[in-house]
């Protein structure tokens, strides 16, 4: 139990991992928005497996909030952070402002195609573009030899893959399994804001789409599939169901038949809360 | 005089410059589009007084042209290209393929705001864009610690600064001064394109643009120097002018008196060619 670093700045940053890759370490960066759970705990340990040093970034990026979504409310939390994160041995956190990651007259703005149509993008259209933006930031400041992002956000990992490559960013990109309640509920650092009826219900999104993809599997239509998924989520107390879509699990393109990878994905809404969820089918 | 060797693939390219920065040499990024002439090759030996080893790229971009542009018939001439290039000694040529550039699935662009608004932009609209996106690219790849682009494209220059700084890019990006013909025609790729009278009108371009300065030094209005510098440019043989347009220097925004530092910048055409040229005011 090693109490990790913080710096604040890119230019720390820089220096810091200057001072490893002298010792030739290879270097792995774990992007977050802090808050962090044991979903983020397991992405530090499978990046140590590739990595001898390890910094952990903890923004909230406003830039990939819409006016309305909970850019204020988002659980700021970087003390407990540090505690958790020198459990797990992070060499370093890299914790910057709003202002050293949009300087004044910030201008440049980064989108991705492909894998970002559609499903979140229907429905948080600003998203993928803020994400791709901090995320190129975050990968330029670094550089580091292997990022991993988590597969809760499986589009949001596509995008990010999709981004690194287009760029010849020399990162590989990495896609941690996602680690999950009890009770099957993918960790999220938006469950907290869960009412005590709200995470019983929350719960049964992973029963669901683990019912589904059984249902594909035994021959259900891609249709029947994505239909009878969402009458089971809105009968089992959601408010809403944003989407529930099997899709290509390389490109999210819309596919008719299950003869070749796929993944379902889902987003839904409970009380003030939007979850997502997916697994591969 | 030495012959550049000529790499096509980014890894080549990050495999030489790898082996250069063993050697703690500082490494130049000359940016180029082919079709070389002196005011390159003045970006090359301004490039050499800050570094000790130089790169010149040579990439005719497609997305920084419309569909109506001049793509197809952009000149290409590698061989010669070498040949100039070993005259003053540059290192290594980068000369990738499109499909290098923009591998398959490609679907990411990056967007700069601020001094791209207007003047180029408001008759070229998707230029800035296939330029931010293919600069970023060249500047990831080859990860220089300079690089300079010609103040012939002034706007481009401080698109690209914006970008740089934006991305928190760790390289110091550079601005040649203009190389003008004996009659003050900017030096510029596509000047080849002029026929005889043609190019004989195009050299007047620049005097009425110093003719211009003179008067609004000794006073004239903004509004005044525009007007008049249009009617010359018109009287003078041009088939049109896209803009005249002083401007603040570093940001481009339009100023009312000039107390602070401001730029000229001028496009005109000329049968089927389009010349650009500006100068500090």
Chains 1, 2 share one sequence.
Not at 35 to 41: D, F, M, T, Y
Not at 64 to 92: C, I, M, N, W
Request: charged share 20%.
């Amino acid at each position: 139990m090693k109490t990790p670093g913080i710096v604040s700045t890119i230019s720390e940053l820089r220096g810091q991992i200057a001072q490893w890759r002298e010792g030739h370490e290879l270097v792995g960066l774990v992007p977050t928005m802090g808050a962090l759970h044991e979903g983020h705990l397991s992405l530090v340990r499978e990046t140590q497996k590739h990595c001898q040093k390890l910094v952990v970034s903890i923004f909230v990026n406003p830039a990939q909030f819409a006016p309305h979504e909970d850019f204020d409310r988002y659980p700021r939390s970087l003390e407990s952070d540090a505690d958790k994160l020198s459990t797990v041995g992070a060499d370093l956190i890299f914790a910057p402002s709003v202002a050293e990651m949009y300087p004044a007259g910030f201008a440049t703005s980064i989108e991705v195609g492909g894998p970002s149509r559609g499903l979140e993008t229907d429905f948080r259209p600003h998203f993928f573009g803020g994400v791709a933006t901090v995320v190129a930031k975050l990968l330029i400041a670094a550089l580091p030899d292997y990022a991993i992002f988590g597969e809760k956000d499986y589009q949001q990992l596509l995008v990010i893959r999709r981004l690194t490559h287009d760029l010849g960013l020399p990162i590989e990109i990495g896609g941690g399994a996602i680690v999950r309640e009890a009770d099957g509920l993918a960790m999220s650092s938006r469950n907290a804001y869960l009412k005590p009826d709200e995470r019983r219900i929350a719960g049964t999104l992973n029963v669901i789409l683990k019912d589904t993809t059984a249902k594909l599997r035994s021959g259900a239509t891609i249709a029947t599939a994505e239909s009878g998924a969402t009458a089971a989520l809105i009968a089992a107390g959601f408010k809403s169901v944003d989407y529930v879509a099997v899709r290509d699990a390389s490109t999210l393109e819309r596919i008719e038949r299950l003869d070749s990878p796929a993944r379902i994905l889902a987003a839904v809404k409970i009380g003030g809360t939007r979850l997502i969820d997916n697994m591969a089918v």
